[in-house]
C-alpha cells in the first residue's frame, strides 16, 4: 500500500466527509475512535488493543439505527403492521445482541484497568445507544 501526505486546512477535511456514504462514515468513525484511543494510551497492551477494536465493532450500523428509530416512531405513533412489527422485534434482537456483546467487551477492557464500566464509557467517550 502506498502512503500519501496531504496537508489540507482541517474545515477542508470536515466538508469532505460530507460525500461519504453512511457505512463509510461509520467505518471512519470507528477508525478515529481507535486512533484517538492508540494515541491517549500509546502503551497499550495487546489485549486492551484487542478489545478497543472489538468494542468499535460492535457499534450498531446508521442503517440499522435509522430503520430502528423509523419503526419505534412508527409504533408510537400506532401504525405499524404485523410485518413492520417482526422487522422491528428483529432489529432490536440484532441491537441487544451487538449492545450485549459490546459490553461484555466493556467490562473485560474496565477490569483490565481497574476502573468501573461508566468511567471507562465516559474516557473513550462513548454513549449508550438509544432506540429512537
Same mark, same amino acid.
Given at each position: 500500500?502506498?502512503? *500519501?501526505?496531504? =496537508?489540507? %486546512?482541517?474545515?477542508? +477535511?470536515?466538508?469532505? +466527509?460530507?460525500?461519504?456514504? /453512511?457505512?463509510?462514515?461509520?467505518?471512519?468513525?470507528?477508525?478515529? /475512535?481507535?486512533? !484517538?484511543?492508540?494515541?491517549?494510551?500509546?502503551?497499550?497492551?495487546?489485549? =486492551?488493543?484487542?478489545?478497543?477494536?472489538?468494542?468499535?465493532?460492535?457499534? @450498531?450500523? %446508521?442503517?440499522?439505527? #435509522?430503520? !430502528?428509530? =423509523?419503526?419505534?416512531?412508527?409504533?408510537? /405513533?400506532?401504525?405499524?403492521?404485523?410485518? =413492520?412489527?417482526?422487522?422491528?422485534?428483529?432489529? @432490536?434482537?440484532?441491537?441487544? +445482541?451487538?449492545?450485549? #456483546?459490546?459490553?461484555?467487551?466493556? @467490562?473485560?477492557?474496565?477490569? *483490565?484497568?481497574?476502573?468501573? @464500566?461508566?468511567?471507562?464509557? /465516559?474516557?473513550?467517550?462513548?454513549?449508550?445507544?438509544?432506540?429512537?
Amino acid at each position: 500500500m502506498s502512503t *500519501i501526505q496531504l =496537508e489540507l %486546512p482541517f474545515d477542508t +477535511l470536515l466538508s469532505s +466527509l460530507q460525500q461519504l456514504n /453512511a457505512e463509510e462514515l461509520t467505518e471512519l468513525a470507528q477508525h478515529a /475512535a481507535w486512533l !484517538c484511543a492508540q494515541r491517549r494510551a500509546p502503551s497499550l497492551t495487546q489485549a =486492551e488493543t484487542g478489545l478497543l477494536l472489538k468494542i468499535n465493532q460492535g457499534i @450498531v450500523p %446508521p442503517a440499522t439505527q #435509522r430503520r !430502528c428509530a =423509523e419503526l419505534t416512531k412508527k409504533q408510537r /405513533a400506532g401504525g405499524l403492521s404485523d410485518q =413492520e412489527q417482526a422487522e422491528l422485534m428483529t432489529l @432490536v434482537d440484532e441491537i441487544e +445482541l451487538l449492545n450485549a #456483546r459490546r459490553l461484555g467487551y466493556l @467490562v473485560e477492557l474496565a477490569n *483490565i484497568r481497574q476502573i468501573s @464500566v461508566d468511567e471507562l464509557m /465516559a474516557s473513550l467517550q462513548l454513549k449508550p445507544f438509544t432506540y429512537g
